[in-house]
């Protein structure tokens, strides 16, 4: 039987030869059947991808998206965490979308499925960490090839942000959200950022280095809310709910 230290040797073998080839191809000089074939085909392939997420989640009702780590396992923190504010926000009328593979986005899934809710999960192809939880009801389980349109739905489809803590995939959710709320491509829906420890780090740099050097101006720092306690994530995302008066998924 392999050792955790083979396995892990033979994937970081995989994922370099994988870029590899990736690096090769971009580099090679495409004749024009090439690009036809691949690069404009491409398009009608993006295409299917957004009418299947519009037509699957059109009638999902107001949601709120819970992002964070694949990494994070069931006897950790914020995984507990996850699944507490997801039942939460499930019974105040809210469904629940996630990335639908493991980690915090099980933990939104499982929270929102214990509270007999909508769990809804937008799957990405990746080759290893990447596979869907045993959470999300069959109705709303869509699988994406590109990561922008899985975005798109993740944007599109919410009423609020829930950020857990997590890695590059997680940041990239997150600046996204406040990117076009920031320019008024998106209402100003609520941003959560859970784990005051974890995040203080980005928050001092959004202060001392963005802000500083006028990237970014006094009310963008405004844009989220950062809380230590399943509680005050929930709290805030009802204070919208609350002002605005959504119909939620009662």
Known sequence: MKTDETRDESIEN???DINETKLQNSLREKNWDET?????????????????GYEKMARIGPCVSIFGSARLKPETKYYNMAVEIAEKITKIGFGVITGGGPGIMEAGNK?????????????????????????????????????????????????????????????????????????????????????????????DWFKETLLTEGMISEGDLDLYRVVD??????????????KYSVNVNF
């Open 36 to 52: 036809i074939t691949k690069d404009s085909w491409m398009v009608f392939k993006v295409m299917a991808e957004f009418v299947d």
């Open 111 to 203: 929270g929102a499925f214990n509270a007999k809710g909508k769990s809804i999960g937008l799957n990405i192809d990746l080759p290893f960490e990447q596979h869907f939880n045993p959470y999300i009801n069959k109705l709303y389980s869509l699988n994406f090839d590109y990561f922008f349109v899985r975005k798109v739905m993740f944007v599109k489809y919410s009423q609020g942000f829930i950020v857990m803590p997590g890695g590059f995939g997680t940041l990239d959710e997150l600046t996204e959200a406040m990117t076009l709320i920031q320019t008024n491509k998106i209402g100003k829906f609520p941003i959560v950022l859970v784990g005051s420890e974890f995040w203080s780090g980005l928050l």
């Open 229 to 242: 306690t399943a509680d005050e994530a929930v709290a805030h995302i009802k204070a919208f709910y609350d």
């Open 14 to 16: 995989t994922e370099l």
